[in-house]
Every structure is written in structure tokens, then in C-alpha cells.
């Protein structure tokens, strides 16, 4: 008698989780079988009014870059209860990871992705009871660019399909894939930088130094004339000629679609901006400007008006700090020493003076 009931338990148990189990599958099987049962539903909803897509439908990045695509599955009123999907990507992309949301929660077959045949595919189910509607995301999936040129992200539409209650068939009637153009990587050209300075003929001195690049970029419009600034550090060698402590890397622009010579200006922080020359920044990264001097003495630069310039008024406060004939340096005096010796002395005077050629000299500016 327990026997029995024990056995007869177990059956209806094992019922019961076989209609559970089939109940997630249902969706997915329905559309394969074509149940008779669900005949009589179909007219009840209409099929196909799905549209599965990957957003957003157009991407432009570079080489090596890296982009996310959102697969979104839009239902509305459908009860989606599983959808089994296949993307297939073209070789101009790599998909490097994904992940699930749990809009449809029970994984009916992992997210797995097969890097040689450039595919990935899952199938995901509703719970029991909660066909989803809406517009859910189901994916992410995460890209990398490898190679220049047009390449689509798109759904495998046979291998693609969902399962809504009350439906025998695949009801999604849209797919929507996404367009990826890739240009080529951005590099950015260094910058190497010698130029001599009035007065400085020691070694290891350290200055500051703004630097304006003009340059011809190509892009889809046309050609462009673009103006960049930067900072960098310049260090003396044994001649006193100042170079770039280290190649300086121009940020921002694209060597690829540099067209012909760039203008490269130079300003410490007393001398006045010069250009130093220019330079095909496609071949060569050095811009030799060591035959070339720095004007020194740009002192006064209390306004607008007094920067980059050199008159009268830059000239008073040197002279003024020449009170002995060897003066220590302080703070305020330290800029006066454009010979780098430690003292304000005659000699700077004269190195001052010796730029001051006539009432008004005006640095050059892009
Ligand atoms: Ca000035
Ligand atoms: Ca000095």
C-alpha cells in the first residue's frame, strides 16, 4: 500500500517537473514542431511583429579600438517565452566578451562565442509564469576593431528565432544588424625639438616651453588648417642648445592624414615666440633649430599688451636689480640671470640689451 502511494508520488512528481520543463521549452519547440493545439491560438496574435536588433545600427571607431553593441528584442504585446540567436560578424571585428541580462533569466543554452567561425549564439527562456513584453535588452556584446574598413555585425536569421506564448511560429520579423566602418589607428607623431637661446651657453638648464603647431590635417571635408598648442620641458646640453627632455608626443593629431609641412612656433617664458621652421612630421620627428636664437628679455608681461613683446618697460626692472656689481638672486630677480651663473650681472645687462634692437621687437606668433 505505502509502496504504492510512493510510486504513484513519483510519477506525478515527475509529471509535474515535465510539465514545468516543457512549459520553457514550449516556446522554443513550438516553432520547430508546430503543436495542433496552438492552431486554433494563432489567430488570436499575430507572428512576426517582433524585431530583434543591435544598437546602435551604425558605428564608426578606429583600429584597436573598442565599441559595445546592446542586442534589444522588441515584443510588444507578444509574451515572449525564449529566443534562440545566432550573430555572425565579419572579420574586421573581433567580439573579446558579453553579458546577459536577465530580462529572459533561464539560460536554455550558454552565450558562446566561436572566435574562428566569427559567430555567437545563445538561447534564452522565460520563467514559468513571466513571459516577458516590451523591448528588453537581452546582451551586450563587446567588439574590438582590428582592421580598417566596412564590416556589419548581423543576425544569423535562420538560426535566429523566438518563441512567444500562443504562437507556433518564429515571431520575429525583423532583424536589425549594425554597419561598422573602421579607420585606420591613430598615431600620433613625436616631436623632437633643438633651439638655441641668447645669453645661454651652459649646461642643464631647465625651462618651460609653450609650443604652436600649425598643420594641414586631410579629412572627409577636405583639407584643414588646425592650430595646436602644447607644453613641454627643454633641457641644455654642453653647448647650451636647448632640446626636448623627451620626443614630445603631439596628441590630437593623426600622422596618417597629416597633408605636407608643419610650422612649429617656440616660446619660453621670457623669451619672445619664434618659429623655428618647419617640419614633415610624416618622415622625420627632429626639427634642428640650433642655429637659431631665442630672444631673452620678455620681463614685463603685466598685460596683454606687454606679453610677447620687448620695449622700454621690460628693460627697467633688470636694470633695477643691477644695484652692485655682483647681485645674489632671489625670487624675484632669479629671471634676470639669463646667463644661468648664479648672480645678475653685467654680462646679463649686456645679453638683454643686445636683443633690444629697436623700440619695439614682437615675437612671432602662428
Ligand atoms: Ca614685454
Ligand atoms: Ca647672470
Redesign the pocket.
Known amino acids: 500500500m505505502t509502496g504504492k502511494y510512493l510510486q504513484q508520488h513519483k510519477i506525478s512528481l515527475a509529471l509535474a517537473m515535465l510539465v514545468v520543463i516543457s512549459f520553457v521549452f514550449a516556446g522554443v519547440f513550438a516553432s520547430v514542431t508546430g503543436t495542433k493545439k496552438s492552431q486554433d491560438q494563432r489567430s488570436q496574435a499575430a507572428t512576426n511583429s517582433a524585431v530583434i536588433s543591435l544598437q546602435p545600427g551604425q558605428q564608426d571607431t578606429r583600429v584597436g579600438e573598442k565599441f559595445t553593441l546592446a542586442l534589444f528584442l522588441e515584443v510588444g504585446d507578444l509574451r515572449i517565452s525564449a529566443a534562440d540567436i545566432t550573430i555572425d560578424y565579419d572579420a574586421g571585428v573581433q567580439l573579446e566578451k558579453f553579458e546577459v541580462t536577465q530580462a529572459l533569466p533561464v539560460v536554455l543554452r550558454a552565450g558562446a562565442i566561436n572566435a574562428g567561425q566569427r559567430t555567437f549564439s545563445i538561447a534564452l527562456g522565460s520563467g514559468p509564469q513571466t513571459p516577458v513584453t516590451g523591448s528588453p535588452l537581452l546582451v551586450t556584446l563587446t567588439f574590438k576593431a582590428v582592421s580598417p574598413g566596412s564590416n556589419t555585425v548581423h543576425f544569423n536569421q535562420a538560426m535566429t528565432q523566438a518563441a512567444a506564448l500562443g504562437n507556433t511560429a518564429n515571431v520575429i520579423g525583423a532583424y536589425r544588424q549594425t554597419s561598422v566602418t573602421i579607420g585606420d589607428q591613430v598615431v600620433s607623431p613625436k616631436l623632437t625639438i633643438k633651439v638655441a637661446q641668447v645669453g645661454l651657453s651652459k649646461q642643464d638648464v631647465i625651462t618651460q616651453a609653450d609650443i604652436g603647431l600649425v598643420y594641414t590635417q586631410q579629412n572627409a571635408a577636405g583639407q584643414e588648417k588646425k592650430l595646436k598648442l602644447y607644453k613641454t620641458e627643454l633641457t641644455s646640453n654642453q653647448s647650451g642648445v636647448l632640446i626636448t627632455k623627451t620626443p614630445l608626443t603631439l596628441e590630437g593629431i593623426n600622422q596618417s592624414t597629416l597633408v605636407g609641412m608643419t610650422e612649429v612656433y617656440l616660446k619660453t617664458p621670457y623669451t619672445l615666440s619664434k618659429k623655428l621652421g618647419s617640419i614633415d612630421l610624416k618622415q622625420t620627428e627632429l626639427l634642428d633649430a640650433s642655429d637659431k636664437k631665442l630672444v631673452i628679455g620678455?620681463?614685463?608681461?603685466s598685460s596683454e599688451q606687454?606679453?610677447?613683446?620687448?620695449?622700454l618697460?621690460?628693460i627697467v626692472a633688470p636694470l633695477q636689480a643691477y644695484t652692485l656689481l655682483e647681485n645674489q638672486l632671489t625670487p624675484e630677480t632669479a629671471k634676470f640671470d639669463v646667463d644661468y651663473n648664479g648672480l645678475v650681472d653685467i654680462r646679463d645687462i649686456s645679453i638683454v640689451l643686445s636683443s633690444f634692437t629697436q623700440l619695439e621687437l614682437r615675437g612671432e606668433v602662428p
Do not use: L, P
Request: glycine content about 0%.
Open positions: 620678455d620681463f614685463d608681461q606687454e606679453k610677447n613683446v620687448i620695449r618697460t621690460d
